[in-house]
């Protein structure tokens, strides 16, 4: 497989304990409207890890699981993401939403690294950030406070 320089690829195995995690997560997803439940761990520079999962909600305004497992990581003080491991319910790349990647831009780095996954916990896809959202807006555009 030949590597083009928008992705990684890599034959990078991802731990048993990141996919149970993610399964995990994905198995206690509420999504009664889209049946796609979702499952994402973000884990920080330290090595600390936080799952999240997909809530919808009847006025369709839900939760996505990446937003999810980074209020968790906030709630608990972290501020710096290193990789970011999403699963979708299925063999197609369920890459995170425009808002998602958005958020998860606000607490990545350069070195930052995006695992998608399909539902088996088989790495499918590694994204930088550069990658999942080019020429980002960040928090280093805005006037200092």
């Known amino acids: 497989m030949s ?5 990684l690829i890599t034959a990078e195995i991802v731990s048993e304990e990141i996919v149970q995690q993610l399964l995990s997560a994905q198995a206690n997803a509420y999504a009664p409207y889209s049946n796609h439940p979702v ?5 920080t520079s330290d090595g ?5 999962t997909n809530v919808e909600v009847a006025h369709y305004k839900g939760l996505c699981a990446e937003a999810s497992a980074i209020s968790a ?3 608990a003080g972290q501020r710096q993401l290193a990789t ?4 979708g319910p299925g ?5 995170p939403c425009g808002d998602c990647r958005q958020r998860i831009r606000e607490f990545a780095t350069p070195a930052t690294q995006i695992k998608v ?3 088996r916990g088989e790495l499918m896809k590694t994204y930088t950030m550069e990658t999942l959202l ?12």
């Open 39 to 43: 499952a994402s761990v973000m884990v």
């Open 73 to 75: 990581m906030v709630t």
């Open 3 to 7: 590597q083009r320089s928008d992705e």
């Open 84 to 87: 970011v491991y999403v699963m």
């Open 91 to 95: 063999d197609h790349l369920c890459t």
């Open 117 to 119: 996954l399909s539902a």
């Open 48 to 52: 600390q890890q936080f799952a999240g």
């Open 134 to 145: 080019p020429d980002a807006f960040g928090p280093e555009q805005l006037p200092p406070r």
